[in-house]
């Protein structure tokens, strides 16, 4: 413990204490040059006992305290000198003490860092290492290596009482002042529109076209959710239960095919009903959002809840195991996380304000990303088909959707990541609240991917990356990493597919290839701002060319529509060829 902390915060309150007021320049340098903390004198100094750090100041202040009679009583110079002395001594030591503030706050920053790492990887040991209550402390194969085991259970997800990065920093002025400027800007948005619509229409009246026409058919979407959950609820934990019961036999194995029809069915329901709907009666892009969204959550859903379940079951089948109970897979249907646990550490109380508040945060980000579509890329992109085609004007469209995009990616961020689980979080009491971590001081794509979402992360990581790893017997790590990249951008691209209405392989392209690349590139190794600023223009260009190409498309599939359906029709974009 004591190695991880080079200077320690009570010994940087005793040590500022220690700096008499009128001590000389020279002191003062050589007490910096003590204080350096790659010296291996000051490590020695840290570590030796604390009362003889004690004597030492005693004794270093007995001295002080002898000198300054002889001091008070040199006679003094004219007030001319004394004053030039003042004058030269005070500049110096208001630098120092500026200095000495700042390298405190750089040491405690270090000290909280490395001190919640320590407390984070004791708390997962000891949650590793207690076993459930109501069953038997699993024994250890002699072959630690063997497929029948499952894979690297000393790095499964473990939940604990936390509070989201957010929500803490909110705490400190400075960043509820940024938070503030946000809400500004989209004050400014609405005095803009007002403004427009009065100039040009004489009359005051925020009209939300854009956002009536996303959530068009909002309750028929609603209404399929219905036969989604409930096949999610039901099939799972059915299959489950008919595996769990210890006859064997042929008896057993019909319960085994009944079992796997049941999530043959579940599947089917999932993968075409969201599907035909949204396709039959053409869901504009927000109903689509919710219907995909839930479609997907509840693959990944019942995916953990079986892949954690079903091994146990399997091997102590005929051992009086039981499935685990029905309110607890209810409780996984909603709460923020896709890691399946029969139990999770749960708050004391539910904040119905903090609740009201998230959520009215996230409405808010909805106004706000309608806001910055219909003001700044409806007017730019409405009308680029009806140009001739050129690279200055595809290159310009980029540079100016790269606002707007980088906008809508904080807003996406805040309301889904933050408002929105948050609040879902704190109705069912669930403690772990670390759906994101702090992906904006990444200096690497590496780490930007592992902490922008931290939900989807954990089940990429336990059941893509570590299975994988335990199918190639710990080896091939790349095609593990690579497996986690295929199935995330397929995943993304078909959102988006499914969210627009076309195939338009932007998406996949960025993640799949670009990032791909950049993850390699860009590894945890690059630290420092110029690798963080890099990051971020790299998120600016990013996302600039994903609204901008998707923008074109958009408008050039209403433009021009097609004469003839055919598969290539379908899979050519049309921005390409569209120009009226």
């Known amino acids: 413990m004591t190695r991880l902390f080079h200077v320690p915060y009570r010994g940087l309150r005793e040590l500022s204490?220690?700096?008499?007021?009128?001590v000389s320049d020279s002191s003062l340098t050589f007490s910096l040059l003590g204080m350096r903390l790659e010296g291996s004198h000051t490590r020695t100094h840290i570590m030796e006992p604390r009362a003889a750090r004690r004597l030492r100041r005693r004794e270093r202040l007995g001295g002080d305290q002898k000198d300054q009679p002889s001091r008070e009583g040199e006679p003094r110079s004219g007030s001319?000198?004394?004053?030039?002395?003042?004058?030269?001594?005070?500049?110096?030591?208001?630098?120092?003490?500026?200095?000495?503030?700042?390298?405190?706050?750089?040491?405690?920053?270090?000290?909280?860092?490395?001190?919640?790492?320590?407390?984070?990887?004791?708390?997962r040991e000891a949650v590793q290492s207690y076993p459930p209550q109501d069953r038997p402390v699993p024994s250890i194969p002699s072959d630690s290596l063997s497929k029948t085991r499952e894979?690297?259970?000393?790095?499964?997800?473990?939940?604990?009482?936390?509070?989201?990065?957010?929500?803490?920093?909110?705490?400190?002025?400075?960043?509820?002042t940024i938070y503030h400027m946000f809400i500004a800007g989209l004050c400014v948005f609405i005095i803009t529109t007002l403004a427009i619509d009065f100039i040009d229409e004489g009359r005051l009246m925020l009209e939300f076209d854009l956002l009536i026409f996303s959530f068009g058919q909002l309750p028929l979407a609603l209404v399929t959710w219905v036969p989604m959950f409930l096949s999610t609820l039901l099939a799972p934990y059915q299959a489950l239960r008919l595996w769990v019961r210890s006859q064997a036999g042929v008896a057993w194995t019909l319960r085994v095919g009944l079992g796997c029809l049941l999530l043959a069915a579940h599947t089917a329901v999932?993968?075409?009903?969201?599907?035909?709907?949204?396709?039959?009666?053409?869901?504009?892009?927000?109903?689509?959002?919710?219907l995909v969204f839930e479609q997907v959550r509840f693959l990944m859903k019942s995916y953990s809840f079986?892949?954690?379940?079903?091994?146990?079951?399997?091997?102590a089948r005929g051992e009086g195991i039981r499935a685990p109970s029905f309110s607890s897979y209810l409780y996984f249907l909603f709460c923020p996380t896709l890691i399946y646990r029969e139990t999770y550490p749960r708050t004391p109380s539910i904040r119905w304000n903090y609740v009201a508040k998230n959520f009215a945060q996230a409405l808010g980000c909805v106004l706000y990303a309608c806001f910055i579509l219909s003001r700044l890329c409806v007017p730019i992109f409405a009308n680029m088909s009806r140009e001739p085609f050129s690279t200055r004007a595809l290159v310009l469209s980029i540079m100016h959707a790269t606002l707007p995009g980088i906008f809508m990616l904080l807003l996406i961020f805040f309301a889904f990541l933050h408002c929105w689980?948050?609040?879902?979080?704190?109705?069912?009491?669930?403690?772990?609240?670390?759906?994101?971590?702090?992906?904006?001081?990444?200096?690497?794509f590496s780490n930007y991917y592992r902490t922008w979402n931290v939900v989807v992360?954990?089940?990429?990581?336990?059941?893509?990356?570590?299975?994988?790893?335990?199918?190639?017997?710990?080896?091939?790590?790349?095609?593990?990493?690579?497996?986690?990249?295929?199935?995330?951008?397929?995943?993304?691209?078909?959102?988006?597919?499914?969210?627009?209405?076309?195939?338009?392989p932007v998406m996949l392209m960025l993640f799949l290839v670009i990032g791909g690349l950049l993850n390699f590139m860009m590894h945890d190794q690059h630290t420092g701002p110029a690798w963080n600023v890099l990051m971020w223009t790299m998120l600016f260009l990013g996302q600039g060319i994903q609204v901008s190409l998707y923008c074109q498309e958009w408008y050039a599939r209403r433009h021009?529509?097609?004469?003839?359906?055919?598969?290539?029709?379908?899979?050519?974009?049309?921005s390409w060829s569209c120009h009226i």
């Open 80 to 123: 001319a000198a004394g004053g030039n002395t003042e004058t030269h001594r005070g500049p110096d030591l208001v630098q120092w003490t500026r200095h000495m503030q700042a390298v405190k706050a750089q040491l405690l920053e270090q000290a909280q860092g490395q001190l919640t790492e320590l407390l984070d990887r004791a708390i």
């Open 17 to 22: 204490a220690l700096i008499p007021e009128d």
């Open 306 to 315: 079986l892949r954690e379940t079903v091994p146990s079951t399997l091997r």
């Open 560 to 574: 021009c529509p097609l004469t003839q359906t055919t598969f290539w029709a379908l899979m050519t974009p049309r």
């Open 270 to 290: 999932l993968g075409i009903l969201p599907v035909h709907v949204a396709v039959e009666y053409e869901l504009p892009p927000a109903s689509r959002c919710v």
């Open 457 to 504: 992360h954990d089940w990429l990581y336990s059941y893509v990356y570590q299975d994988g790893l335990w199918l190639l017997s710990g080896r091939a790590r790349g095609a593990a990493m690579l497996g986690v990249f295929l199935v995330s951008a397929v995943v993304h691209e078909y959102i988006f597919c499914f969210v627009l209405g076309f195939f338009y």
């Open 151 to 176: 894979p690297s259970l000393g790095k499964r997800k473990v939940f604990i009482i936390r509070k989201s990065l957010l929500d803490e920093l909110m705490e400190v002025q400075h960043f509820r």
């Open 421 to 444: 689980l948050n609040a879902f979080a704190e109705m069912l009491r669930f403690g772990d609240r670390m759906f994101y971590r702090d992906w904006w001081n990444s200096t690497s």
